[in-house]
């Protein structure tokens, strides 16, 4: 996996916050987005479930992948988006950042990169 995850990991999990965003009211369209996102990392689009809370109050949902997931969740009132991207195997999940982007139009956006299923140093 190429950027800046270089000591093996079992999965690589990207934590994104978008500001300013916009198109945090229907879910219909962030399907697709998702599974862009999923597959401009490499992954394996299993299933992707969203749901409306109606009344233009944002929406949740979860695109299930082989490699794990890519979840979001929208406050609309407040600009905001929180994405979690969790891939494992050869995918990149940095590289989902582009169709998200693309799509949400955030103003400004906030990025936590965590190596998950490190083993422990044996002493």
């Known amino acids: 996996m190429n950027g800046p995850f270089t000591a093996p990991a079992l999965g690589h999990h990207i934590l994104?916050?978008?500001?300013?965003?916009?198109?945090?009211?229907?879910?219909r369209p962030a399907a697709d987005v998702l599974r862009r996102a999923a597959q401009s990392a490499g992954a394996t689009v299993l299933e992707v479930?969203?749901?409306?809370f109606g009344d233009r109050a944002g929406f949740t949902g979860v695109a299930l992948l082989a490699e794990?997931?890519?979840?979001?969740?929208?406050?609309?009132?407040?600009?905001?988006?929180?994405?979690?991207?969790?891939?494992?195997?050869?995918?990149?999940?940095?590289?989902?950042?582009?169709?998200?982007?693309?799509?949400?139009?955030?103003?400004?956006?906030?990025?936590?990169?965590?190596?998950?299923?490190?083993a422990p140093a044996v002493t």
């Open 68 to 118: 794990s997931h890519i979840s979001i969740h929208t406050w609309p009132e407040h600009g905001y988006a929180a994405i979690d991207i969790f891939m494992c195997g050869d995918c990149d999940p940095l590289l989902s950042l582009a169709p998200l982007r693309a799509y949400f139009q955030p103003e400004s956006e906030q990025i936590k990169q965590l190596k998950r299923g490190l």
């Open 49 to 52: 479930n969203l749901h409306d």
């Open 16 to 27: 994104v916050d978008f500001w300013g965003a916009d198109h945090l009211h229907d879910p």
